[in-house]
Structures are given as structure tokens and as C-alpha cells.
């Protein structure tokens, strides 16, 4: 399954977390040899967010609604921490966007903010959109690709697509399991960390894991990169992003954001 749209956390621009995050990134790149493609720096708290993209005015409005209560969700978070996002260990996986990366602390409280987005704006809308292919199946065609997809509407057959009856079913039992999907997703599933280096490099070879250590150690001024998470780097509050991440990284939109 793609990315396709992904709620991103970001330190603000011109601050001091966003400018040492984002040279280390270009420092870091320099290091594969497949020419990484940039990214900003950021958390992804979700990916897959249920958006219609066919329309423009119906995205504007799906884009504007869920920045909007994802503002009043991340500001309803108790007041108990420092900082909500918190750097820790430098770490490394085969998969394209965990090439290299920093883990992030699972705190309580964006563990929760995650688990609302996954919820609300994933979960939700996704089951209620798999339920009505079952009671509305006229409503829905197949692709050249065989995916199941929602009719458009025809000019042609307007007045006799208008007459079509269309089920109704109630919600709330999908709403209630959503609940309980979104809480093992959080605490199974939910990986929070920020990507240094998107790459197709592996493995990455002794050399060059000191080489960027060295290079992580200098930008950050410490000692160790076991040292990081006793800096206290990281950030509270910045700014929400809506990212569609289809494509080639280069290519990625963002759809919309909100400072918090």
C-alpha cells in the first residue's frame, strides 16, 4: 500500500531544531551514492488520510477540515511534557523511507495525537467507504487495474443515475470498532521517527555508518550518538502539513498546512 496522503508534524522554519535538522540532511546525502532526493524535515503522524482528490473545491474543504480538527486534537494534548517530539538513537532499515533515521520517544501524548488522526481520518472513513461498496454496489465500477472505485457521475445518464435508490446503514457500529482499530494500530503498528536520507543504498557498510556518525556527532555537537536524546533535541508545536506522497519524492504536494 502507497503512502498517499500523510499528516506530517514539522518544526517551523527559521528555527533553531528546523535549521540543524536540515543541514544535517544535506550533509548526510552527500554520503549515498544515489543522489537522495531532499525532503523537509518532519514526523509523519499518519499516511493514508481519506481525501477526495477529484474534485479541487471538495479537497480545499476535506484539506481545511482535517487541519482543523487536527489543530484542536494536538491542542487538547495535556500540558505535561517539554517537548512532543524528542529525538533519540540513530537507526537504520532496508525499507526506502527508514534508510537512516532518528527514533523519536514514544510519548504519551503524541502517541494519542496519532491514534485521533488514525482514527478520525483513516480508519473511519475507510470502513464506511468498504461497507457502502457492500450495501450501494451499483454505485462503484472497476478500473483498468481491477480496483473497486466510485462511479462518475454521467451527463449522459444523469436523471436515470439520480433515481438509482441508495442504501442507507447505520455507523455506529463502525465508528465504536474504529476506536479499538486505532488504539492496536498506535501501540502496534505506529513507528514514529524523523528520515534523514531517503535511499536505496544496503547495506550500509562500516565505513560509512562511521563516516555518519562522525557527521551526526559534529552537526549536533556531541560526543557520541548514543548521546542524543540526553540533548533534549526536539520540538513542541510547529506546523501541520497535509502531504500527498504519490510519486517520486520530488514530486510530493503539499496539500496544506497549519502552524500550531
Request: glycine fraction near 4%.
Amino acid at each position: 500500500m502507497g503512502l498517499g496522503v500523510a499528516l506530517w508534524l514539522c518544526p517551523k522554519r527559521n528555527t533553531q531544531i528546523y535549521d540543524k535538522i536540515n543541514t544535517l540532511q544535506c550533509s548526510l546525502n552527500t554520503l549515498f551514492p544515489d543522489q537522495p532526493p531532499r525532503f523537509e524535515p518532519h514526523i509523519t503522524i499518519t499516511t493514508n488520510i481519506i481525501i477526495d482528490l477529484d474534485d479541487p473545491q471538495i479537497t480545499r474543504d476535506d484539506v481545511d477540515r482535517i487541519l482543523s480538527a487536527s489543530v484542536v486534537a494536538i491542542r487538547s494534548l495535556p500540558k505535561n511534557h517539554e517537548n512532543l517530539i524528542k529525538l533519540s538513537n540513530i537507526d537504520s532499515q532496508r525499507k526506502l523511507f527508514k534508510k537512516l533515521y532518528f527514533q523519536v520517544l514514544r510519548d504519551p501524548n503524541l502517541i494519542s495525537f496519532a491514534r485521533i488522526i488514525r482514527e478520525l481520518f483513516v480508519i473511519i472513513p475507510s470502513d464506511i467507504e468498504k461497507e457502502n461498496q457492500k450495501q450501494n454496489p451499483h454505485l462503484y465500477t472497476q478500473d483498468v487495474n481491477g480496483v473497486t472505485i466510485k462511479r462518475k457521475p454521467s451527463k449522459k445518464h444523469k436523471h436515470k443515475e439520480e433515481q438509482l435508490p441508495i442504501k442507507k446503514f447505520d455507523t455506529s457500529h463502525i465508528e465504536a470498532a474504529a476506536a479499538y482499530k486505532a488504539a492496536e494500530w498506535s501501540q502496534q503498528e505506529y513507528d514514529p521517527h524523523l528520515s534523514l536520507v531517503y535511499s536505496n543504498l544496503w547495506p550500509i557498510d562500516n565505513a560509512l555508518w562511521r563516516t555518519i556518525k562522525t557527521r551526526i556527532s559534529d552537526n549536533l555537537n556531541v560526543e557520541s550518538c548514543d548521546d542524543i536524546i540526553n540533548t533534549g533535541l526536539g520540538w513542541d508545536g510547529g506546523v501541520l502539513k497535509l502531504v500527498l506522497c504519490e510519486g517520486d519524492v520530488n514530486e510530493w504536494v503539499t496539500l496544506g498546512s497549519v502552524d500550531i
